[in-house]
């Protein structure tokens, strides 16, 4: 493993424990970068070249740097699960350990050195692990009580916490973020997406970049109160254009018509999503 970089993509509560973990063992990991930036969900795909001197592994973990060779001298490993062809797109809730990056990452640490946890208490973390991984990948089935293992109380304490630690503002305060979009999705006007009411949320400033308290409360709420919705934001400060994203406690079939019917009809781009688990986005397009 002394010949492996792990390049690491957007933050978020997940990534935080990936980094974490890689640091115990003692090793190496950037973070993926776009220009003097680390990168965003938008731009996590097309990183700058990391230092690849004496690299002989890159584990790309949800991201991928632009213009990357690989050959004998170099081997790729892809840890992600958001786009098609992915270790863990495919994947449904009752998978979501092996589905997530976090539990994908364990694996492979588990293979490549067996005794890599002996040192540590894995066992008494294995739980909390597990929880932050369905709350990465499924987090709206997750509170529905059906992935295996997971408590939805403790998984709804995991996520406040979470949000409190990625944000740097006090628990209490989460919680009364939480609430209080959760009274504004019931008033919220809906509006429809193919058969299905949509709470909308557009016009509810969420903050700037992709992981604000706001976008987070507002997820959070959604999600155990199981409602599905539009939201706008930028995923970072320094994104020209903002997004519409589907979120929530979407099916497949609402996710595939937003992106198929709903986002061209309504002029966004650079459309994606991951039907089976719950989200979509697009673009406004460049001004001309």
């Not at 509560?13 to 973990?21: G, K, N, R, S």
Request: charge should be neutral.
């Amino acid at each position: 493993m002394k010949n492996t970089l792990f390049m690491l993509g957007a933050a978020d509560p997940e990534m935080d424990h990936i980094a974490a973990i890689l640091k115990a063992c003692g090793l190496t990991f950037a973070f993926a970068r776009n220009g003097k930036e680390r990168v965003s969900p938008h731009t996590a795909y097309t990183a700058d070249l990391p230092d690849l001197s004496n690299v002989g592994r890159l584990v790309c973990v949800e991201c991928r740097p632009m213009f990357l060779q690989t050959g004998p001298s170099l081997e790729l490993v892809v840890i992600d699960h958001h786009r098609e062809g992915d270790p863990g797109y495919d994947l449904g809730a009752t998978q979501y350990w092996e589905a997530s990056s976090l539990g994908q990452l364990i694996q492979f640490l588990q293979t490549e050195m067996p005794d890599v946890f002996a040192k540590f208490d894995f066992a008494s973390a294995e739980v909390k692990l597990h929880h932050i991984a369905a709350a990465d990948h499924c987090l709206a089935v997750a509170y529905k009580g059906k992935c295996p293992g997971i408590d939805v109380d403790r998984l709804h304490r995991l996520v406040v916490n979470n949000i409190a630690e990625a944000t740097g503002i006090r628990i209490g305060v989460v919680k009364l973020l939480i609430w209080s979009y959760a009274r504004i999705l019931k008033k919220a006007r809906t509006i429809s997406m193919g058969d299905v009411r949509v709470s909308d949320m557009t016009s509810e400033y969420l903050g700037e970049g992709g992981y604000t308290p706001e976008y987070l409360a507002l997820r959070t709420a959604a999600m155990s109160s199981r409602r599905i919705y539009l939201c706008k934001y930028r995923d970072a400060p320094s994104e020209s254009r903002e997004k519409i994203m589907l979120n929530g406690d979407a099916s497949p079939r609402v996710i595939e018509h937003f992106m198929k019917v709903w986002a061209p009809a309504h002029g966004l781009v650079d459309i994606y999503g991951v039907p089976k688990r719950g989200y979509a986005a697009g673009s406004f397009p460049f001004p001309s």
